[in-house]
């Protein structure tokens, strides 16, 4: 019931902000890791982000987000992402991201709220890098650990 509630809420956001004819510019971002430790198992993750503004200025901007990862516990997660930016087009932002993962085992956690903070930079006139320190701040994954991220896209 949760993942088919999830997955309707980012399909009504995705169709509420393309009928509103949104003019600042959306951001459609990806990020990709593979980690293999000495001896260990090899994990990759994928994810992914289209985040619609939500003023006429773009300094909020909120959208769905997935993330499928294979490691040790392979899940699969749809949420939404929240960012402010803290200046107009490019520089720094502050944000955030809950997801729900769809495949949690009765009894676990089955989300993660992730806090992040970084800089966009944009690349000519529609691309877009974005580096970001990002921390689990509640649910599976919790921890005071920081991770680096750099996730590639583009603005339309």
């Known amino acids: 019931y949760m993942k088919r509630l999830c997955i309707a809420l980012c399909m009504v956001m995705v169709a509420a902000m393309a009928y509103a004819g949104v003019t600042p510019k959306t951001e459609v971002t990806g990020s ?30 909120a959208g769905p987000a997935f993330q499928i990862v294979n490691a040790a516990e392979d899940f699969q997660a749809v949420g939404a992402v929240l960012e402010f930016n803290l200046m107009k087009g490019a520089g720094l932002f502050v944000g955030g991201a809950g997801l729900y993962d769809t495949d949690a085992p009765d009894g676990a956690d089955a989300y993660t709220v992730d806090a992040r903070v970084g800089f966009k930079a944009v690349i000519n006139h529609g691309g877009l890098l974005k580096f970001y ?9 919790k921890s005071e650990d920081l991770s680096g991220v750099a996730a590639f896209g583009v603005r339309f």
Do not use: H, M, Q, R
Request: proline letters at 5%; a negative charge.
């Open 32 to 61: 990709a890791s593979y980690f293999k430790p000495d001896g260990g198992a090899s994990a990759w993750t994928l994810g992914g982000e289209i985040a619609f503004p939500l003023t006429d200025s773009g300094y909020v901007l």
């Open 133 to 141: 320190l990002n921390k689990t701040v509640d649910g599976y994954g």
